[in-house]
């Protein structure tokens, strides 16, 4: 109920939280601590010291910069779902975000918290596969840009090193004929998410998809993409049987496991309904733009 | 129970609102195991300390079974279900005695675990002292020869466990001053708390005190003494500080006494115009680790009712409550009606379907014409006119044109035995009244206003309802089984025409300004026993999506509530009421794996429904008086009965997939694409 | 820990332990039990309090976070006795039974209304969706809602 007691460090600076991370090998991260808290209210995790970032002023924003959305990784699930350029040109972002938990908890949960997490059942690692997104990692040596297909490691682990903060999310922002869109089911009384499916794709003049990115999430050990379902959109018009078609090599590319949830066998139905909902919706925004 | 104005400021006084000097929180270890022996516990407050075993007491529960099942205090040799305590430590502040678990070192030799009834059904005993998992058995119903029916229908059926889950977990203080000792509880029942306290630790009754604090729901799982109470009433007088147990969520969800838990196997032979010409039946309650709790007896209450509102004249039944190694049953809203409601009205479905009949038609056929005693027990009126008129107002036949709806039509049998009592005390013109019933939500403060400013000619405002207090009733029953207003409502009738009398020997004459001129005090225990039942029906409605998910859409009541007390109130009740329903149907579960240890941790595991949940409502209200005093039915726990069939048959006709079971997962239901 | 914040217009000045949680600390060393604790996974809801003017868990926050920062409790919606009109509306619409779930009910209410947004029925209930009540089944909640937000825009109190 009640976490066990840790060393406590509120830095108010990157410059400071980065140090402190560079010489405390067993410390933790806290950033919203929608995740966090509840392991350590339970006692699954008992760190020897918290670093609360939650006081760096600079990683709260969402820039749009040309082609790039920024967004600061310390901005709230709510204030991602909420602003005008997710609103309008990243609907998979959108629809990830707005289902993520519940809207008290989306008031504090972070971006940047629910990427590091890398939980297989978070929705917003197959909406970053989607979209191509960077994630810009900054440590007392430097920063680098990790790219999303290289940044979700496995359950619970990325790219990072114990020494990074991810402080930035970098996503196109397509123009004209691009679309994406999320889909997940869950328990119909809220909770974690059975399975879902990202899509972002391009179309040509002539309705043919130019490019395709499908990400999966809860239906493998870590987030997925789903590149022969992808190759499979290439220079087709989704039809009916092409949707049917390319959901089918999804599933196929996916790795589900029975557990309380959900069985695996369900989880592929729904991925199949979830990916063929996910490649329509964002077809039809890419025709509509 | 502090009134809604105090409870919307956030005023409310809840066990863990209230503090008092010096107070020691209380924190419990549990097994890790399903079954071990236990063969040594070091730290904390154990058995070494406190050898006694927790009877059973409280709603549906008894104390007349073999002492061998029943649940010890603290864990002596052996452990029978995760999370059953073995130990307890103290601290002045609750995340120390969090720590201090650390220090409490147990050793166990785990042992197979038996995790369902069947398995019980042939493992060896539990318990040591006993021949087998079963706790009791008994056939109810005199035998006969089977009718050479046409039609022969056999069903298995399982209702899963459900955590009852109110909003705030079980809590207790226990205060002892070196004479007397006092508890403040969250509780439906601070008489049942006292004598299980009196009880296990000896106590002489005069020395001990029950408070009922501020109750944050219940339904059913706070009526029973619980290990963990007797340990901190044990624990203050040990250590002359008042002692603090609040309960965790994930306590809740592991160690309290979860509802329903019920197989039935139901055979009707009927014919071919859907008569139903006999019925035999098995019920077997999975009654957990222990004994003495409601989940023990449970099987013989839901037998009795199986036939239900239809004149079905031979029946028998074999019950039995059987042992596994999880949490002991108890009661959940319904504790037993919506079981039997379940079982039966599934049948009917099934036999509508077989014989080809409308699902009202062979219903009403069934129904009586006469008042109705079936040879399991239950005493009905006739039902055949509340069912024709519910069928009509309910718009069945409308509804079931689009073959989306599913009806349910039930019997609702309070738990009115033995009766209850109340207490009025009039003085300096005002009028303050304490009852056996402790409410948590039910509004108890409006119908007994309600009935004494009628009985009393007094305004409602000189009238108090005071908080549950064993000190100011010499003997109470509790808030359970639908009987606050029937049976807590009698009471308060019958302790005002005591006053009333009081003031005409007094007085000559009985006038409101003789009772509030005066002084008088007045209690009684209003003593019943029989059954004072009443009917309801329900129609749900239901969408089911390409995964397989349900949306409830309409949930329709048509209920016989004998007299509206308090008309908001029971409206309250239902909707309530009906959303647990739902609740049971379609989310709600308590799973184990095949150690027996409890996998759904959480409330969204458990599957507490949310706002998106809840369907449209459409209530309507038929009183036909009882032959109470003030005319009143019960109606709290007839939503739980009715609305589960209706939804579930609603599920079969959209779906086209029988069901057998609840909680219907959306993997039987999901199409293919 | 020494820890500065303004909880219903007071200043607070604490030393508190890192890992005591904010609704902890509401409820022990500053007395206002008004907020509760319905579980220990986040889900329930009924510990919602408004830091910065947004609703959020108080279990899912260190009291050291709110630092610097303004947080409302239920305690602090009534001015001088005066029910404030979501109190009242849930009162009138019968929005609570056994009253546990209530203030965290209120507490997200509040929130929702102070938004100026005007939420459809199903907009209600998604934003209902970590608030849990075992009592009610929703509706009269929903109802209460919808009645606070009349008494607001009348113009009453406030």
Redesign the interface.
């Known amino acids: 109920m009640y976490p066990r007691s840790f060393d406590y460090f509120a830095p108010k600076s990157l410059g400071e939280a980065l140090e402190l991370l560079g010489g405390n090998p067993e410390c933790k991260v806290l950033a919203g601590g929608q995740s966090l808290l509840p392991a350590l209210k339970l006692r699954a995790l008992s760190p020897k010291a918290l670093v609360d970032i939650t006081g760096i002023k600079d990683l709260r924003y969402v820039r749009h910069e040309g082609h790039v959305l920024a967004i600061g990784a310390l901005t709230t699930l709510a204030a991602v779902a909420n602003d005008q350029t997710v609103v309008s040109s990243l609907p998979a972002l959108r629809e990830a975000a707005e289902q993520i938990a519940d809207p008290l908890v989306r008031n504090r949960g972070t971006i940047g918290g629910n990427l590091c997490n890398a939980d297989p059942i978070n929705d917003l690692p197959a909406v970053m596969l989607a979209l191509n997104a960077s994630m810009v990692a900054m440590s007392k040596r430097g920063t680098r840009r990790i790219g999303a297909d290289s940044f979700f490691v496995g359950a619970g682990d990325t790219a990072l090193t114990r020494e990074e903060i991810l402080t930035q999310v970098e996503i196109p922002v397509q123009g004209a004929g691009f679309g994406s869109a999320y889909r997940k089911v869950r328990k119909g009384s809220g909770g974690f998410s059975i399975a879902g499916a990202a899509s972002c794709l391009s179309a040509a003049a002539e309705g043919t998809i130019a490019q395709s990115r499908i990400a999966m999430t809860a239906v493998g050990p870590k987030v997925l993409r789903a590149e022969n379902a992808e190759r499979a959109l290439l220079g087709e018009v989704p039809s009916d049987s092409v949707l049917d078609h390319v959901a089918r090599l999804a599933v196929d590319a996916s790795h589900p496991s029975s557990d309380l949830t959900a069985s695996k066998e369900y989880r592929r139905r729904v991925l199949h309904k979830l990916v063929r909902d996910a490649v329509g919706a964002s077809y039809e925004g890419a025709m509509a733009r | 129970m502090s009134a809604p104005e105090s409870l919307v400021k956030g005023a409310g006084k809840y066990v863990d609102d209230i503090t008092l000097p010096r107070t020691l929180h209380m924190a419990v270890a549990r097994s890790p195991h399903a079954r071990a022996n236990v063969l040594s516990v070091k730290g904390g407050m154990n058995a070494g300390d406190l050898q006694a075993l927790v009877g059973g007491f409280g709603e549906g529960a008894r104390g007349d079974v073999n002492r061998a099942v029943l649940h010890p205090v603290f864990a002596t040799d052996a452990v029978n279900y995760v999370g059953q305590p073995v130990a307890a430590v103290f601290a002045a502040d609750r995340y120390a005695a969090e720590d201090k678990l650390d220090e409490i070192d147990v050793e166990y030799e785990p042992l197979k675990p038996v995790t369902t009834i069947a398995e019980a059904l042939s493992a060896s005993p539990l318990h040591a002292g006993t021949r087998s998992n079963v706790i009791q058995q008994s056939w109810i119903g005199a035998d006969f020869d089977d009718p050479s029916s046409p039609v022969v229908l056999e069903e298995a059926f399982t209702i899963d466990r459900i955590t009852n889950n109110p909003l705030e977990p079980r809590g207790i203080i226990a205060d002892y001053d070196g004479a007397r000792l006092t508890v403040y509880i969250s509780t439906q029942a601070v008489f049942s708390i006292k004598r299980g306290l009196c009880n296990t630790l000896k106590l002489e009754s005069s020395n001990v005190r029950v408070v009922q604090a501020d109750t944050g729901g219940a339904f059913g799982v706070k009526s029973a003494l619980y290990p963990e109470y007797v340990m901190a009433a044990y624990a203050a007088m040990t250590y002359r500080r008042p002692v603090k147990w609040i309960e965790s969520r994930s306590e809740h969800l592991a160690a309290s006494q979860p509802g329903r838990g019920v197989e039935g196997k139901m055979k009707l032979l009927a014919r071919t115009d859907g008569t139903v010409e006999a019925l035999r039946a098995e019920v077997t309650t999975d009654a957990g680790a222990f004994g003495g709790t409601a989940g023990t007896f449970s099987p013989f209450f839901i037998a009795m009712q199986l036939t239900g509102p239809y004149g079905i004249e031979r029946a028998r039944v074999r019950a039995a409550s059987v042992m596994t190694n999880k949490p002991p049953q108890g009661p959940y809203r319904g504790a037993g009606r919506p079981e039997a409601a379940f079982f039966m009205e599934r049948m009917m479905d099934e036999l509508a379907d077989a014989v080809g009949m409308g699902a009202d038609e062979v219903r009403l056929i069934n129904t009586t014409t006469q008042r109705f005693t079936s040879p399991l027990g239950l005493e009905i009126e006739a039902s055949r006119p509340f069912f024709t008129r519910a069928v009509a107002e309910l718009k069945y036949r409308e509804k079931s044109q689009s073959d989306t709806a599913g009806l349910s039509f039930f019997v609702l049998t309070p738990a009115v035995t033995p009766g209850e009592s109340a207490r009025i005390r009039v003085q300096n013109g005002a009028i303050d009244v304490w009852l056996g019933s402790n409410q948590h939500g039910q509004a108890h403060t409006a119908f007994v206003k309600r009935l004494l400013s009628e009985e009393l000619g007094v305004a409602p405002d000189a009238i108090t309802l005071n908080t549950g207090d064993s000190d100011t009733l010499k003997h109470g029953v509790g808030t359970w089984g639908s009987r606050s207003a029937i049976v807590g409502g009698a009471a308060v009738v019958a302790a005002a025409r005591n006053v009333k009398a009081q003031v005409e020997r007094m007085r000559g004459a009985y006038t409101a300004e003789a009772l509030l001129d005066g002084s008088y005090d007045a209690e009684v225990f209003d003593k019943h026993s029989g059954q004072v039942n009443s009917f309801g029906a329900n129609v749900a409605t239901v969408r089911v999506d390409k995964f397989g998910m349900v949306t409830v859409t309409e949930c329709a009541a048509h209920y016989d509530v004998g007299r509206a007390l308090t008309p908001g109130v029971v409206e309250a009740q239902i909707v309530g009421g009906s959303v647990q329903g739902i609740g049971q149907v379609l989310y709600e579960e308590v799973v184990h794996d095949a150690e027996g240890r409890l996998l759904t941790k959480d409330l969204f595991d458990a599957g507490l429904p949310i706002a998106e949940n809840i369907p449209e409502f459409s209530i309507s209200i038929v009183e036909q008086p009882s032959s109470y005093p003030h005319r009143a039915k019960g109606v709290g726990e007839a939503p739980t009965i009715g609305v589960p069939p209706a939804v579930v048959r609603a599920i079969e006709n959209v779906s086209g997939v029988r069901i057998r079971h609840t909680p219907v997962s959306p993997e039987e239901l999901i199409a293919d694409s | 820990?020494r820890t500065k914040f303004r909880v219903n217009g007071v200043d607070v000045e604490l030393d508190v332990?890192?890992?005591?949680?904010l609704v902890?600390v509401l409820?022990e060393e500053l007395?206002?039990?008004?907020?509760?604790?319905?579980?220990?996974?986040?889900?329930?809801?009924?510990c919602?309090v408004l830091v910065d003017g947004?609703?959020?868990?108080s279990?899912?926050?260190?009291a050291?976070?709110a630092?610097g920062s303004e947080i409302l409790?239920?305690?602090g919606?009534?001015k001088e006795g005066a029910?404030h009109p979501v109190?009242k509306a849930?009162?009138e619409k019968?929005g609570?039974?056994?009253?546990?779930?209530?203030?965290g009910m209120?507490m997200?209410s509040y929130w929702l209304l102070s938004q100026n947004t005007d939420w459809d029925e199903e907009e209600?209930?998604?934003?209902?969706?970590?608030?849990?009540?075992?009592?009610?089944?929703?509706?009269?909640?929903?109802e209460s809602l919808k009645r606070a937000k009349e008494l607001m825009t009348e113009g009453a109190t406030r």
Not at chain 3, 17 to 21: D, I, W
Not at chain 3, 31 to 36: A, I, P, S, V
Not at chain 3, 96 to 103: H, I, M, N
């Open positions: 820990m332990e890192p890992r005591r949680l902890s409820r007395g206002l039990t008004g907020t509760h604790i319905g579980c220990d996974t986040t889900n329930c809801g009924a919602t947004i609703a959020i868990k279990c899912a926050m260190l050291v976070q630092a409790t239920i305690e919606l009534a029910l109190q849930f009162v019968h609570l039974q056994c009253g546990f779930c209530t203030p209120i997200t209600i209930k998604k934003q209902l969706s970590g608030n849990l009540c075992r009592c009610t089944g929703y509706r009269n909640i929903i």
